[in-house]
């Protein structure tokens, strides 16, 4: 690649990751979580700058290819295994992820490297593209109820209501696992949705210059994934936003922000289809200005 980054770079980085994990079952070494999160951190950055400037070399069937695919489900599994390494830090979840990401790296080698056509790339990344939104906004909205309900529940164990018959609630550890399930699914769906979605975009329009981050859909959905991904950080750097209200507020504040996302996206829809027809409009009316009259002479 022009970019002098490989397949065996980022390769190299997970293997270091899976060494280190082997060798921490006989032998114990210094440091060896965060050589395993630098080492895999640096493959994900790696591999995101490979599949990136394979966007740009093809972008009118960009990611298309079955080479592309194995490369992509890769990084996928390794964006997993960096999150679940900082949730779980003492499990040997490498041992069986990493192992599975290099396994899917060598078989993008095998794999055939010829694009899908340009006409068919869009659908098949807009398909992707709706599975993600849907998930997410799914997750999104499971998190939202959890949230009130534990909210709900915590004000009236705080105020020592009695209880109402024919109205009751899961308990407040329950509600907190699924506030924070919720929001980890959400933010990994979102970030997988964004992905794609601008992958679609330009697959359809064939050239990464006519690309706009301004557009209502695409800026809507890029804050809202980058406030879901700063919020998982948050979790993560600050343990006790995992739990209690804390994680609940997250919640309802993410489901806020999916209401003026799909706001943006009625108005976008409306937008575009209105553009669609005036453009239509206009291109009608040139073409009866330009074609001379029947019978006359132009």
Known sequence: MDS???IICFSASYAVALALEIARL???????RALEIFSVSAGIVAQTWYLGHRVARQPSAPLSSQQDWFLLAA?????????????????????????GILALIG??????????????APRV?????????????????????AGIMYLLHSHRLKRKLPPTAGFRLPSLEWLERANGRSLGIATLMMCGGLLTGVVAR??????TRNFSWSDPVVASL?????????????????????????VAYLTVAAFVFLVFVLAAVVWGDRFHT????????????????????????A
Request: proline fraction near 7%.
């Open 202 to 207: 330009l697959a359809q329009q064939g050239s």
């Open 107 to 120: 078989a993008s080698v095998l794999a055939s490297t010829r694009p899908l056509a340009p006409e068919e």
């Open 222 to 246: 890029t804050a809202m994934t980058v406030w879901l991904v700063a919020c998982e950080a948050f979790r993560i750097l600050y343990p006790a936003a995992r739990r209690g209200r804390k």
């Open 75 to 99: 990084w996928v599994l390794a964006v997993v295994y960096l999150a679940a390494k900082f949730y779980y830090p003492e499990k040997s979840l490498g041992l069986f992820q990493l192992p």
């Open 26 to 32: 006989w032998v114990k070494i210094p440091y060896s």
């Open 274 to 297: 209105q553009s669609a027809i005036t453009s239509q409009s206009d291109s009608l009316a040139a073409r009866c200005m330009t074609s001379p009259p029947p019978g006359g002479v």
């Open 125 to 145: 990344w807009g398909l992707a593209h709706g599975v993600f939104l849907l998930l997410g906004t799914v997750a999104v909205i499971v998190g939202f109820f």
């Open 4 to 6: 002098g980054i490989n």
